[in-house]
């Protein structure tokens, strides 16, 4: 880890930063937009393979610590990491071989921007997102901190529920991140198996869903979730 990070970190635990009452920061709000490239939609009898980008921006002055983020697709889109090559690996795996060790099950990159709430240091993750069974894995690496990270994304029918651990809501015990964005690019086929597939298109749009939970760090949030829907436009 860098020694200015050390140093800035060390000073806010000493003088107690994060134990300093504050006044109640503004509800959160979340900011969605997604798009499905190509636009042109495939059918239920002929599916078309889709590329996702999708970027979720969290208000900065809320200064909220994320636990959770879920995306429901509709229902013209279809998720599945079945017949795909899969990253079986442990999350300490991964890591130690900066996801070497899974890279056939790459399935696209991004990144996330984050801010250490008692020094005001700016964290920037590499984000690198594997197929894994019925779920996404993300490796998060970033020259602001030592610790390399992976965070499951769960499956389940059109959700995919993002799980962001104490260990990355917390880089250094005790000093919480607050989530400013995260964007995210994800596609991956193998035969006629797609990661994201497209079967249709109602009134020339993918409606998606975005749900953000948080955790009561020293700043707790006006509210304990926020929510968008963006519509992506197809034909």
């Known amino acids: 880890m860098r020694k200015s990070f050390l140093v800035a970190a060390t000073a806010a635990l000493v003088f107690g930063v994060t134990g300093v ?35 979720i921006k969290n208000s900065e002055e809320s200064k909220t610590t994320a636990s959770k983020l879920e995306v429901t697709l509709p229902s013209t889109v279809k998720l599945s990491t079945k017949g795909l090559t899969q990253c079986t690996e442990t999350d300490a795996e991964i890591i130690e071989t900066l996801g070497q060790v ?16 008692a020094n005001g240091t700016k ?11 019925n779920e996404m894995l993300f ?16 499956i389940s029918g059109k959700k995919m529920t993002i799980t962001i651990g104490p260990d990355v809501q917390q880089p250094v015990a005790g000093l ?11 596609s991956k086929k ?8 497209s ?3 109602k009134s ?29 436009s197809c034909s």
């Open 102 to 117: 899974c890279n056939s099950a790459k399935a696209g990159s991004g990144s996330a921007n984050a801010v250490i709430l």
């Open 204 to 232: 020339r749009k993918h409606k998606v869903d975005v749900k953000v939970t948080y955790v009561p760090n020293p700043t707790p949030p006006g509210a304990t979730t926020a929510s968008d829907s963006t519509d992506a």
């Open 176 to 186: 919480y991140t607050a989530l400013i964005d995260i964007k995210t690019t994800l």
């Open 123 to 133: 964290v920037v993750f590499k984000v690198t997102p594997f197929v894994g069974k």
């Open 21 to 55: 009452a504050h006044a109640q920061n503004p509800a959160p709000t979340v900011d969605v937009s997604a798009s499905f490239s190509p636009s042109k939609a495939g059918t239920k009898s002929k599916p078309k393979n889709e590329k996702l980008t999708l970027t």
């Open 139 to 154: 490796l998060l690496t970033s020259e602001q901190v030592e610790n390399k990270y992976v965070v499951h994304g769960k």
């Open 190 to 197: 193998k035969g006629s198996n797609y990661l994201f597939s």
């Open 199 to 201: 079967n249709g298109c």
